[in-house]
């Protein structure tokens, strides 16, 4: 008497999920693929996105996320990896992709702020009480003060480390090239351990405890300083930065295959909107919508922010003349 | 040692012992091409955009050759190392029975399981100056986190079942009566390992310490967070072909690439014939 019941039950739930099925693929889901330290970030947007767009369009969606290098990202696409839109962290990697036919030409003007919703700094995480009285890019080159800081070879946030400190060293000694040069060196030389990549560097910083300053985003020292410790780790942003642009675009063809155009173009807009700029400061990232940057004034100290194009002329250039093969950065490193 | 065996079914017996020969033969023929030789000839594939000069300068490149000396100098004393201690494992674990021997033995396979880059990450924990190994090997003056020590302790642990599993069935094989026998002939110790143990162990122990070493070469996420990546001191090969992916640079990773394989390439050859003619030698004497 049971086992019929049972039988029952076992069919209609197989019914039920063959019709939940086919409603289940005709869903639309778009594939965000995105950098490596951005997981709780779109974890915490996509929701309310999901929410946004079933409001306007009463239709629902999904998203799906990809994260990984931004380098090792943008190659995945270029080998095939159908995304429909690209958050990076460096413009180098939406170029490469555009370079490519994937992404608009001109897809830094199809959304404002050269197509980043969000921006942020090159900052120092120096441990309690800041014991070697750490301020600027010229305490780092003293001799007691050692630090870490991403390959910038490997890493675009080793990157951007390197372009600020060149930056600095440019205004310092008015462009000096022979001065700029010996102040890289004692820079370079005064590095600790050269992770590949952010999240090792932070391991060693804080695990490991090597050096006396973790040089990262200041978004992601903020985290870390909320992560492990509020008490045990400064912030310390220098009167002299760069600004470090995330940038955003679509992969039309990609976009255009899955149907997405509209979803794809939406969902990168809506990072712009107050709600998402709000949630994006939350996340430490300096924003661009006036009201959220009010309110979220006291959280992000003033600060000179450098271009990278004031710096080395494009990013283009800089990939080329500081970190290609045998380029500035190799030839500041050579065992003398 | 597999076409070794091909030769014999072949050859010397008519009726083959594995059924279904031209069916298992083509089987494991296209195996290898999509496995082995595809994924070479695509790596070759990216070289063809060099020209000889240019690859000559990249493969050449100060920096690189820097990462040759210490990917080569640690790997060949992690090699010589784990020869030393696998081939005791290996002795300890089929001479001898103890509590707990299943459990070493299978503690012997944990290498090959463990996601390397968890080995790397554990190594660099321990040994780091605020771990447990380095609290105590700091004060000696000996630095293993970040220096070249390191590199060979991770390419050590990737690489210590190779050893172990290629000299522990020769072992397994060898009748305790062997070295018994030369005791009793008035061999001492020493002269029985040396004289009757170690010359049959001698091509498997090369073997496992060859692929030990050449595993060592290519060994990327257990290095990478204990090696330090400090230029011309700590950087290895596998990483100078990372950044050069990291730069879009396929054909320049594929140069620096195809010299680590040539170098294991020509090493595992060089192995294979010079234990054929051991071989040879060893059964030619009696037999």
């Known amino acids: 008497m049971r086992l019929p019941s049972l039988r029952r039950t076992l069919i209609a739930a197989a019914l039920g999920l063959g019709l939940a099925a086919p409603a289940m693929a005709a869903e639309r889901e778009i594939l965000n693929s995105s950098y490596d330290i951005a997981r709780e970030l779109f974890a915490a947007i996509n929701p309310e996105f999901r929410n946004h767009w079933q409001a306007e369009h009463g239709e629902q969606i999904g998203i799906q996320q990809s994260h990984g290098g931004s380098s090792a990202q943008a190659r995945a696409i270029l080998q095939g990896l159908r995304a429909d839109v690209v958050t990076y962290n460096q413009v180098t990697d939406v170029q490469v992709l555009a370079d490519a036919g994937l992404v608009a030409e001109d897809w830094q003007e199809k959304l404002p702020n050269n197509a980043s919703p969000y921006y942020s700094t090159t900052a120092f995480l120096v441990r309690k009480d800041n014991p070697k009285g750490i301020e600027?890019?010229?305490?780092?080159?003293?001799?007691?003060?050692?630090?870490?800081?991403?390959?910038?070879k490997t890493s675009g946030n080793g990157r951007y480390t390197y372009l600020a400190a060149w930056g600095f060293a440019q205004q310092q000694f008015d462009g000096d090239e022979e001065q700029i040069h010996d102040f890289m060196r004692t820079f370079l030389r005064n590095v600790a351990v050269f992770d590949t990549g952010g999240r090792g560097a932070t391991t060693s910083f804080i695990e490991r405890g090597l050096?006396?300053?973790?040089?990262?985003?200041?978004?992601?020292?903020?985290?870390?300083?909320?992560?492990?410790?509020?008490?045990?780790?400064?912030?310390?942003?220098?009167?002299?930065?760069?600004?470090?642009?995330?940038?955003?675009?679509?992969?039309?063809?990609?976009?255009?295959?899955?149907?997405?155009l509209d979803l794809a173009q939406a969902y990168l807009e809506y990072l712009?909107?107050?709600?998402?700029?709000?949630?994006?400061?939350?996340?430490?990232?300096?924003?661009?919508?006036?009201?959220?940057?009010?309110?979220?004034?006291?959280?992000?100290?003033?600060?000179?922010?450098?271009?990278?194009?004031?710096?080395?002329?494009?990013?283009e250039e800089a990939m080329e003349t500081h970190f290609g093969s045998g380029g500035l950065l190799d030839q500041l490193q050579r065992r003398r | 040692m597999s076409s070794r065996i091909f030769a014999i079914g072949?050859?010397?017996?008519?009726?083959?012992?594995?059924?279904?020969?031209?069916?298992?033969?083509?089987?494991?023929?296209?195996?290898?091409?999509?496995?082995?030789?595809?994924?070479?000839?695509?790596?070759?594939?990216?070289?063809?955009?060099?020209?000889?000069?240019?690859y000559w300068a990249?493969?050449?490149?100060?920096?690189?050759?820097?990462?040759?000396?210490?990917?080569?100098?640690?790997?060949?004393?992690?090699?010589?190392?784990?020869?030393?201690?696998?081939?005791?494992?290996?002795?300890?674990?089929?001479?001898?029975t103890f509590p707990g021997k299943r459990l070493l033995d299978a503690l012997m396979d944990l290498p090959f399981a463990?996601?390397?880059?968890?080995?790397?990450?554990?190594?660099?924990?321990?040994?780091?100056?605020?771990?447990?190994?380095?609290?105590?090997?700091?004060?000696?003056?000996?630095q293993v986190a970040y220096t070249w020590v390191g590199i060979a302790l991770a390419m050590s642990f990737t690489s210590i079942p190779f050893v172990v599993r290629t000299v522990q069935p020769v072992l397994e094989d060898m009748p305790n009566e062997m070295d018994e026998a030369a005791l009793t002939l008035g061999a001492s110790d020493f002269t029985g390992f040396r004289r009757v143990i170690l010359p049959h162990l001698w091509p498997a122990l090369v073997t496992g310490t060859?692929?030990?070493?050449?595993?060592?070469?290519?060994?990327?996420?257990?290095?990478?967070?204990?090696?330090?990546?400090?230029?011309?001191?700590?950087?290895?090969?596998?990483?100078?072909?990372?950044?050069?992916?990291?730069?879009?640079?396929?054909?320049?990773?594929?140069?620096?690439?195809?010299?680590?394989?040539?170098?294991?390439?020509?090493?595992?050859?060089?192995?294979?014939?010079?234990?054929?003619?051991?071989?040879?030698?060893?059964h030619g004497g009696h037999g």
Not at chain 2, 22 to 46: D, E, K
């Open chain 2, 114 to 142: 463990l996601p390397t880059a968890v080995a790397g990450i554990t190594l660099a924990t321990l040994y780091s100056s605020n771990g447990w190994m380095g609290q105590l090997l700091e004060p000696l003056g000996l």
């Open chain 1, 211 to 260: 050096g006396d300053v973790l040089i990262s985003f200041e978004s992601e020292v903020n985290n870390i300083r909320q992560e492990y410790g509020t008490d045990d780790y400064e912030v310390i942003v220098p009167p002299v930065s760069i600004l470090a642009e995330f940038p955003v675009a679509v992969v039309e063809p990609n976009a255009e295959r899955n149907g997405n």
């Open chain 1, 272 to 315: 712009y909107s107050e709600e998402a700029q709000r949630q994006l400061a939350g996340f430490n990232y300096r924003v661009h919508h006036e009201t959220v940057v009010e309110e979220f004034a006291d959280q992000f100290p003033e600060t000179e922010l450098l271009l990278v194009e004031d710096i080395a002329g494009s990013w």
């Open chain 1, 136 to 152: 600027s890019w010229d305490d780092l080159v003293r001799e007691d003060v050692r630090m870490v800081f991403p390959n910038p």
């Open chain 2, 210 to 282: 060859g692929l030990a070493f050449v595993r060592s070469l290519g060994e990327f996420g257990a290095i990478i967070f204990i090696a330090g990546n400090m230029p011309y001191e700590t950087e290895i090969t596998a990483l100078m072909i990372f950044v050069r992916l990291q730069e879009y640079d396929y054909a320049g990773a594929s140069a620096i690439a195809s010299v680590v394989l040539f170098v294991s390439l020509a090493l595992l050859l060089a192995i294979n014939v010079w234990q054929g003619r051991f071989i040879k030698r060893l």
């Open chain 2, 10 to 54: 072949l050859g010397s017996t008519p009726k083959r012992v594995l059924p279904g020969f031209g069916l298992s033969l083509g089987i494991s023929l296209t195996f290898v091409s999509l496995m082995l030789l595809l994924p070479m000839t695509g790596l070759f594939g990216q070289l063809a955009g060099l020209s000889l000069a240019e």
């Open chain 2, 58 to 96: 990249i493969v050449t490149n100060e920096r690189v050759v820097a990462s040759y000396v210490v990917t080569i100098g640690a790997a060949a004393v992690a090699a010589v190392v784990n020869a030393a201690f696998g081939l005791l494992l290996a002795w300890v674990l089929v001479r001898y």
